[in-house]
């Protein structure tokens, strides 16, 4: 075998093992993320708080933004922000309003932030609303992410 040829097997090999060692986003129903709130999963609501006021937010989700409302975000501080409650170790959810926003940052997670199993909520919180899932106000949820820094 030739030079050229063990070095293109080489870096394909790497490709390989670095692809492998991401985890895969998962894209669930709301069946699905009822069942995983059950079993203690962190939900984290992506959403600037404007439209966290408009339709509400689902019980224990933790509030953080991750766009702000030019559509810039600084994913190392929102990282720093989440990880006291959200272990890359474990599995997490991610929600915005529609799917698109959460399906950018679940894959961040998953690809560059280490996460193993991360889940987006593929029809966001309108689907939640839509399928007549609970929502509460957002007042209380903004007041405590206020207080605590993860807003």
Known sequence: MNLRLCSRLFAFCLLLVSLAARSEVIDIDNAELARLIEQGAPLI???????????G???GSRLNTFFDASGQADPAAWLARIKPYAAASQPVVI???SGSRSR????????EAGYATVYNVKNGI???IADQYPVTPAAPAIAACRKAGTC
Do not use: M, N, P, Y
């Not at 950018?104 to 690809?111: N, Y």
């Open 95 to 97: 929600i915005c309003r």
């Open 45 to 55: 609501d992506v959403r600037q708080q404007a439209e966290w006021e408009e339709t």
């Open 57 to 59: 937010v689902i019980a």
């Open 104 to 111: 950018a940052v679940s894959r961040f997670l998953s690809q």
């Open 126 to 128: 309108k689907g939640w």
